[in-house]
């Protein structure tokens, strides 16, 4: 029996990483009742997603936060470059998109997250409950009515007239709902880790490529967040390989963090992030709708999957908020969220598929030390460096703000 009395609500969300707070926002925005339901006490985990797209950018502008939200700490880069096999080679020219911020940022998620926590709490329709673990899904009949959460005083009961899945790969929702996943595979996992930042360091480099292997910095000021691309399921051979032969492969990608490798001492600094590409068959049951990680895991290639999931947070608000103020959705509803979000995440998936056969293996390959021949295209006609920029900048299909908001 619960310690608390059940709580009724329009709609719970569960899950507070982006889609899931910016699908809160929107919502709440909208005056529908809202509960987002978060497991983790605070938003300060390291090694998210920190890239932000100029299409997230221009969502900003059109709820009319632009001007506030790049006064949080962050970097722009209008331009991205990378090493490949020792050469220096522009990938993206963001300068000339059609958006009001031609560039990428790079923001820590946490920043993010808090931003648009405050900004939700700002309307009375709007509960963000921290340390609520959902552990299981109410369903009576078929449909789903609520969510049972795991709380520091015991168990609770949230019911609504819609659950929304926001809660990443590994969700709750999708796997008590019994949705079918189809995994895509991919060939990679990733080690995330620090290494310290000096002064005369390179500029911001979107990576190190090198015959297949591949080293990402994250400028964080005082350090770099750091990713090393190893095969999939490579780590116990890593280990059993030991920190030596890691500093060596990291060094040999950017030599100028020789003096500061040894930082890396135990393997308890290094995380696993275990790359999945996939995407579920059906989004929804009566009651239910996920979106975000929850319903398409994407690869880091890109930096895409922050974006991706406030695009489906933006079409879902888009498509259910003035439905959802009225009553329940149906799954016709909800079906036109996966319509409308599905094709843009199938040619995304592609892409990244491509990356990891052509150029980003995590396995060392025997050619030689040009750059990639599309890469080589790219320096040779540099105008083409605005079309990588407009399909990982904007993407296709790019949502607009056009869900209701109360005066």
């Known amino acids: 029996m619960n310690l608390f009395p059940e709580v009724r609500t329009q709609c719970v969300i569960v899950g507070g990483g982006p889609a899931g707070m910016m699908t809160g926002y929107l919502l709440a925005r909208a005056g529908v009742d809202v509960a987002v339901l978060e497991k983790h006490s605070d ?16 969502l900003m502008h059109e709820l009319g936060l632009l001007d506030e939200f790049l006064k949080l700490p962050h970097q722009e880069f209008s331009r991205l470059r990378g090493i490949f096999n020792g050469h220096i080679a522009g990938i993206a020219n963001f ?6 911020c031609k560039f990428i940022g790079f923001m820590p998620q946490w920043d993010f997250l808090n931003f648009f926590a405050g900004k939700a709490k700002a309307f009375p329709s709007f509960a963000l409950h921290m340390q609520h673990e959902v552990v299981d899904l109410i369903i009576e009949g078929d449909r789903v009515v609520g969510v049972r959460a795991k709380t520091p005083d015991g168990e609770r009961n949230f019911r609504a007239a819609l659950v929304i899945g926001a809660d990443g790969r590994y969700a709750i929702t999708h796997t008590r709902a019994g ?28 990576g190190f490529f090198r015959h297949g292997k591949l080293l990402v910095l994250i400028n964080r000021d005082q350090y770099y967040q750091a990713g090393f691309v190893i095969p999939k399921g490579g780590i116990e051979t890593a280990k059993e390989r030991g920190l030596p032969a890691l500093h060596k492969e990291i060094v040999a990608l950017a030599p100028f963090l020789k003096d500061r490798i040894s ?6 600094k290094i995380k696993l992030l275990t790359v999945q590409v996939n995407r579920l068959k059906t989004w929804c049951r009566e009651g239910l709708l996920c979106i975000g990680d929850s319903a398409h895991a994407m690869s880091p290639a890109g930096g895409v999957g922050i974006n991706l ?7 879902t608000a888009n498509l259910l908020a003035a439905k959802l103020k009225r009553g329940p959705v149906s799954v016709a509803d909800m079906t036109q969220v996966q319509r409308r979000r599905e094709w843009p995440t199938r040619l995304i998936q592609a892409m990244q598929a491509f990356i990891h056969r ?15 021949f599309l890469i080589r295209l790219l320096q040779w006609f540099p105008a083409l460096q605005s079309l990588p920029a407009r399909f990982v900048g904007i993407g296709p299909r790019p949502e607009h703000i056009q869900s209701p908001t109360i005066h």
């Open 43 to 58: 938003f300060n985990r390291d090694f998210r997603g920190d890239t932000i797209h100029p299409s997230t950018l221009e």
């Open 95 to 100: 300068s000339r998109l059609p958006t009001h």
């Open 358 to 372: 052509n150029v980003v293996t995590g396995r060392e390959s025997k050619s030689d030390d040009s750059c990639p």
């Open 263 to 268: 930082e890396l001492d135990d393997w308890s």
């Open 309 to 315: 999931a406030l695009q489906d947070a933006v079409a």
């Open 179 to 206: 949705f079918e996943i189809q995994e895509l595979g991919v060939p990679i996992d990733v080690l995330w880790m620090h290494i310290s930042r000096r002064g005369g360091d390179p500029e911001q480099l979107f």
